[in-house]
């Protein structure tokens, strides 16, 4: 069975500051998602990432994805209050260029409160 | 819109009603996905259609959660008998199909809160 497990699951952390979230998964997989959810709202896709060494990069958010490692990173440089949400990872089994599930199995999601 | 729509966006029911929610994918998505929430945790997969087909089910949905995709578009959750627990957010998801090089993005809706007392 998938696994999931982000870290931490919650954040507060000042504006302007730097600061990393893991993603570590427990099955072969080259397909990742990174997932924005506002309190009350329904996912807002941020990321998608499809191969070992894959980095994106918009605005102060920074993802990338390695594969061998089984393990993903959400960067988040000088944070402004916008950024306050939820931050979900999640993963397809399998391999981006053959057949796989398609069964999105997602972490617990790392909680993240900007400070002024 | 041209996203994923969800109807309704909140419903109330008492314990042992049956509920039934309905989802609208991006238009020309023939995938679409069923997943649950519940608060603090992230969406657990329930069900994936591929056109009108239902391709894959997870254990969580028990007998009384039973979805439709009837002509490969719309498609209902219908929850029958329902319990204190079924209470969570619904959400549903749709892709277009994967092809060699595709990214299955999948793009949810707004989700429909259940809530039964």
């Known amino acids: 069975e998938l696994k999931v497990e982000q870290n931490p699951l919650f954040l507060s952390m000042q504006e302007g500051k730097n600061y990393t979230i893991y993603c570590n998964y427990s099955?072969?997989?080259?397909?990742l998602y990174w997932y924005r959810q506002d309190p009350g709202k329904s996912l807002e896709s941020l990321f998608v990432?499809?191969?070992?060494?894959a980095v994106k990069q918009e605005g102060r958010l920074m993802a990338s994805l390695d594969t061998k490692a089984r393990l993903s990173t959400l960067h988040i440089t000088a944070a402004v209050h916008d950024l306050s949400a939820t931050y979900f990872c999640?993963?397809?089994?399998?391999?981006?260029?053959?057949?796989?599930?398609?069964?999105?199995?997602f972490g617990k999601g790392t909680k993240l409160s900007v400070i002024p | 819109d041209t996203g994923v729509s969800q109807n309704p966006r909140h419903k109330i029911t008492k314990r042992g009603q049956n509920v039934t929610f309905r989802c609208d994918p991006i238009?020309?998505?023939?995938?679409l996905y069923w997943y649950r929430q519940t608060l603090g945790q992230g969406p657990e997969f329930l069900t994936y259609?591929?056109?009108?087909?239902?391709?894959?089910k997870s254990r969580l949905l028990s007998d009384r959660f039973s979805a439709e995709r009837p002509k490969g578009s719309f498609s209902t959750l219908e929850i029958q008998r329902t319990e204190q627990g079924d209470s969570a957010m619904y959400l549903c998801?749709?892709?277009?199909?994967?092809?060699?090089?595709?990214?299955?993005?999948?793009?949810f809706g707004p989700g429909t809160r259940l809530t039964v007392l």
């Open positions: 998801a749709s892709s277009p199909q994967l092809l060699a090089g595709a990214n299955n993005e999948q793009f």
């Open positions: 099955t072969t997989s080259d397909r």
């Open positions: 990432l499809l191969s070992n060494g």
């Open positions: 999640a993963v397809l089994p399998g391999s981006y260029s053959g057949a796989g599930s398609y069964q999105l199995t």
């Open positions: 238009s020309e998505h023939n995938r």
């Open positions: 259609f591929q056109n009108e087909a239902q391709l894959e």
